[in-house]
């Protein structure tokens, strides 16, 4: 709706009475309240000479643009103790804040986030496709079953080299214990310090 420019100075400054009487002109009456705003009444378009009226907001609609939740103020304050600190609401879906129990229940149906996900179910990797699973390479073995198992799957190492890996392994736990992942790790490093023995000049 485009105002005129008679009707923009109504709106701003208010009809006055038009009286005969100077008495009755002299009356002191309350101010009146503008239905519109002067910051209400907009130019139609940028550049334009022609005004018009913003589209006004009912109450409701400001209401509802300063409408917090009881969540979002929970907390909102600058230097408050992080929510990593304590739980959000209710119990966490995987029990990370609780060790996994060595021998499990039937009935157990917590997760304790030792449970495969949706990608390592379509994606398995070749350890689980053989059924080797993660508990079965962080189980404490003996020299003999390490020794199997290493000559099993093809890797050939003399008794001392054997040794030698074994009491790297053993001095990576702090009870002596040896695991599978244990001999993976030495294996790897003593081969990465052999290829960099091998790239740098004598």
Same mark, same amino acid.
């Given at each position: 709706?485009?105002?005129? /420019?008679?009707?923009?100075?109504?709106?701003?400054?208010?009809?006055?009475?038009?009286?005969?009487?100077?008495?009755?002109?002299? =009356?002191?009456?309350?101010? &009146?309240?503008?239905?519109?705003?002067?910051?209400?009444?907009?130019?139609? #378009? &940028? @550049?334009?000479? #022609?005004?018009?009226?913003?589209?006004?907001?009912?109450?409701?609609?400001? =209401? !509802?643009?300063?409408?917090?939740?009881?969540?979002?103020?929970?907390?909102?304050?600058?230097?408050?103790?992080?929510?990593?600190?304590?739980?959000?609401?209710?119990?966490? +879906?995987?029990?990370?804040?609780?060790?996994?129990?060595? *021998?499990?229940? *039937? !009935?157990?149906?917590?997760?304790?986030?030792?449970?495969?996900?949706?990608?390592?179910?379509?994606?398995?990797?070749?350890?689980?496709?053989? @059924?080797? %699973? #993660?508990?079965? %390479?962080?189980? +404490?073995?003996?020299?003999?079953?390490?020794?199997? *198992?290493?000559?099993?799957?093809?890797?050939?190492? !003399?008794?001392?080299? %054997?040794?030698?890996?074994?009491?790297?392994?053993?001095?990576?736990? $702090?009870?002596? #214990?040896?695991?599978?992942?244990?001999?993976?790790? =030495?294996?790897? /490093?003593?081969? $990465?310090?052999?290829?960099?023995?091998?790239? +740098?000049?004598?």
């Amino acid at each position: 709706m485009l105002l005129k /420019e008679y009707e923009e100075r109504v709106i701003i400054k208010g009809r006055k009475p038009d009286c005969v009487n100077p008495t009755e002109a002299n =009356v002191e009456e309350p101010e &009146p309240t503008l239905l519109i705003k002067p910051e209400d009444i907009v130019l139609k #378009e &940028p @550049g334009s000479t #022609e005004k018009t009226l913003r589209t006004l907001l009912r109450p409701s609609d400001k =209401v !509802s643009n300063y409408y917090k939740t009881t969540s979002s103020e929970i907390n909102a304050v600058v230097g408050a103790v992080p929510s990593t600190c304590y739980p959000i609401c209710g119990v966490p +879906t995987i029990r990370s804040d609780i060790p996994a129990p060595r *021998i499990r229940r *039937i !009935s157990d149906r917590t997760n304790y986030g030792e449970e495969g996900s949706a990608y390592s179910l379509l994606y398995p990797t070749i350890f689980a496709q053989k @059924g080797v %699973f #993660e508990r079965d %390479f962080f189980k +404490t073995r003996s020299k003999e079953e390490i020794a199997e *198992i290493l000559c099993n799957i093809g890797v050939k190492l !003399s008794d001392e080299e %054997f040794e030698n890996v074994w009491n790297l392994a053993s001095k990576k736990h $702090h009870r002596g #214990e040896v695991c599978v992942e244990n001999i993976r790790n =030495v294996l790897d /490093e003593l081969r $990465h310090a052999d290829r960099i023995k091998c790239k +740098t000049p004598m």
